[in-house]
């Protein structure tokens, strides 16, 4: 079968220009795709013109994923076919270890959380399905960060903007660089009371059947000095991997 180059170059643009959140520009998107100008411009500004990519009007025009697109990505979520594969993995986990179970996905500089699965006497958790919170200051987001392509994560995290949520809370680039870093070497990763003074969680990250990473799981519970959450970590991780497995991923993490 004969693909259509023209819709293959715009397919390669909408994907380049998702992967920036602090925009490209036209010159950018030749040299990474390597098109000529021309045909560059023409496609773009169709995009443009569609909604599908928004254009910042600076002193070089940048370009950033638009309105169209976005509305796209969220009717994909919500019809997301691999939710009803990984909904009844995660309700009888969240009953086996007792605590409140999350998937979520990252938006830009914040997670959002898709599913919420609960055991039989859950406690009360503000985070509600739809929800979003920082990257930075959550195990979901910390999980997905790690594991993005180190391009991604730098994009992402170069537009950052760090708040204080509780006394524990990362407020710096550095320190989440180097959180990151422990994440990738266990597999996993801990909100230690960053969020919420109360409560604790631990998350890993899910990965899709081209190695990719699609979002992430979480147990939260009210924080208990006398709990392992390290043993917790590697539970969770464990968790993930089945979830990833069962998605068609092969590779290892």
């Known amino acids: 079968m004969k693909?259509?180059?023209t819709t293959l170059r715009?397919?390669?643009i909408l994907k380049l220009v998702s992967k920036r959140p602090d925009g490209i520009t036209l010159d950018e998107i030749c040299e990474r795709l390597g098109l000529p100008k021309t045909s560059a411009y023409d496609i773009v500004t169709t995009l443009v013109q569609t909604g599908m990519i928004h254009v910042a009007r600076e002193q070089k025009q940048r370009y950033h994923i638009g309105l169209t697109a976005y509305r796209i990505g969220i009717n994909y979520t919500n019809n997301l076919d691999f939710i009803s594969v990984i909904e009844p993995v995660l309700k009888a986990f969240a009953r086996e270890v007792g605590k409140t179970v999350f998937f979520g996905v990252?938006?830009?500089g914040e997670i959002i959380y898709i599913c919420k699965f609960e055991p039989e006497n859950p406690i009360i958790t503000t985070a509600t399905v739809g929800s979003k919170n920082p990257l930075y200051c959550t195990s979901l987001g910390k999980a997905i960060l790690a594991f993005e392509e180190e391009d991604v994560a730098g994009s992402v995290m170069d537009r950052l903007k760090f708040q204080?949520?509780?006394?524990?809370t990362i407020v710096s680039r550095e320190a989440l660089e180097a959180e990151l870093e422990t994440v990738r070497e266990k597999g996993y990763a801990l909100d230690?009371?960053?969020?919420?003074?109360?409560m604790e969680c631990v998350g890993a990250p899910v990965f899709g059947q081209d190695g990719t990473v699609i979002g992430a799981i979480s147990v939260s519970s009210l924080y208990k000095?006398?709990?392992?959450y390290e043993a917790l970590g590697r539970l969770v991780h464990k968790k993930a991997l089945e979830l990833s497995r069962l998605l068609g991923y092969l590779g290892k993490f």
């Open 3 to 5: 693909l259509n180059r």
């Open 10 to 12: 715009t397919v390669d």
């Open 106 to 108: 990252r938006s830009e």
């Open 164 to 168: 204080q949520k509780t006394g524990r």
């Open 192 to 198: 230690a009371r960053e969020l919420e003074e109360h």
């Open 225 to 228: 000095p006398a709990e392992d």
